[in-house]
């Protein structure tokens, strides 16, 4: 099929005002990008109607984005360095769960949803954008906070959490309509294959180290692109979503003293592709969908709100931080962005209930709206919740602490 590059061309130019836009206000690029699609056809606000092969390619150019961001999940992971510090990540992400995870399945319970529908709904609920948390921290100047240790921490939980996750959810994307046997066995056929990668990749490190040793720029990153298109491949090939393929060749990479190297030269492409992926997930939703789920929308934000502030209280008692630490903690993990929508579009996929991509759109835009604004008025906040709740009132300047790094979820940024 012909593509009509002045088309794809003009969509692209409306991506990058969103970009510009976003740069201009400094807020993320996430939700503008929302809004931009939004704002385009099918909904006829603007008289423009690009081609249908011209979508057709936004939406390839959607799934290389979503393998560009599962392969950038996979390089932040260091199995070794995982599992010395998994004590602590586990039981503070384990508390998040219990607040949010609990909430979330109750909630869609209630309104009926089927098993396949709560299981995805639940992720794009609890799922925080680490690329947004790590802006608005550097912003606001928190990263010498004492919260900002628990938060760096839950945010590292949480992807781990979506690697574990993401198997099952693709699964059911791809035995929609089967036997629950089949259901079983692709979950755990998903899950031997990572355990098995990894395994691999943990006993041929110097393997990988003379493979990759590749002195030119140009090579190493044909070598690594190709690698990602054809892993991705392999995935579709064995049954396997090819979202898992580029978090395994992810996970591999991460092992190898070439890991900032390659992250150095994927941002780029994964920022490029990402933001086509977000844009195309938004043409495709109508007006007349969204306001079918503004009210859910409503109520998982607040239940979203309230979640992550009972988990910040209760990490105040369990990490010694004080009320306006913990304040701080809750409003600044409840943005949401990049892996919700990564999992409504397997919802999509799936053949699901229509309603689960229109309910996260506007669940990702007002979080991710709405998360930045909610700890930049902490303070405020605070000072009016304080005498209300017998809290004592603190200062403003935070204890001295160390430095945290927040680079790596710096580097996440959409």
Request: net charge neutral; hydrophobic share 55%; glycine share 8%.
């Amino acid at each position: 099929m012909e593509y009509n590059f002045l088309e794809l061309g003009v969509l692209l130019l409306f991506v990058a005002m969103a970009g510009i836009t976003a740069s201009r206000l400094k807020f993320s690029i996430v939700p503008i990008i929302i809004i931009m699609g939004l704002l385009l056809p099918p909904n006829g606000i603007t008289p423009y109607r690009p081609a249908e092969s011209t979508m057709e390619a936004i939406d390839f150019l959607g799934r290389l984005g979503v393998l560009f961001l599962l392969f950038s999940l996979g390089l932040e992971f260091s199995i070794r360095k995982l599992i010395e510090s998994a004590g602590t990540m586990v039981k503070s992400g384990l508390i998040y769960l219990a607040f949010n995870a609990t909430a979330a399945v109750i909630f869609t319970l209630l309104l009926g949803w089927g098993i396949e529908e709560i299981l995805l709904a639940t992720g794009i609920i609890i799922i925080s954008s680490s690329a947004i948390v790590a802006k608005t921290l550097v912003d606001l100047k928190r990263t010498a906070n004492p919260e900002t240790e628990v938060i760096l921490g839950l945010m590292l939980f949480q992807d781990i959490f979506m690697a574990a996750y993401l198997p099952i959810v693709s699964a059911i994307a791809i035995s929609r309509g089967g036997e629950t046997s089949d259901l079983v066995l692709s979950v755990c056929f998903a899950f031997a294959v990572i355990i098995a990668f990894v395994f691999i990749s943990l006993r041929t490190t110097r393997v990988l180290e003379s493979v990759f040793a590749i002195a030119s720029e140009e090579t190493f990153l044909l070598v690594v692109l190709g690698l990602l298109i054809f892993m991705a491949g392999a995935s579709e090939a064995l049954n396997i979503s090819e979202a898992i393929g580029a978090l395994i060749l992810g996970l591999i990479m991460a092992e190898t003293s070439q890991k900032e190297r390659i992250v150095h030269l994927v941002v780029p492409f994964r920022d490029f592709f990402g933001a086509a992926f977000f844009f195309g997930f938004a043409l495709k939703i109508t007006l007349d969908a969204l306001s079918g789920a503004v009210v859910i929308a409503l109520i998982a934000v607040a239940l979203t709100i309230a979640g992550s502030l009972a988990y910040g209280l209760t990490m105040s008692k369990v990490a010694g931080l004080s009320k306006r630490g913990a304040l701080n903690l809750g409003l600044t993990i409840t943005s949401r962005g990049e892996f919700s929508i990564v999992l409504a579009n397997l919802g999509a996929a799936a053949g699901l209930s229509p309603v689960l991509e229109s309910f996260s759109a506007l669940y990702v835009v007002l979080l991710a709206v709405l998360g930045p604004l909610l700890s930049r008025w902490s303070d405020p906040i605070y000072q009016a919740l304080a005498p209300r709740l017998g809290w004592r009132r603190e200062t403003r300047k935070s204890k001295p602490h160390k430095e945290i790094d927040v680079s790596l979820l710096m580097d996440k940024e959409e």
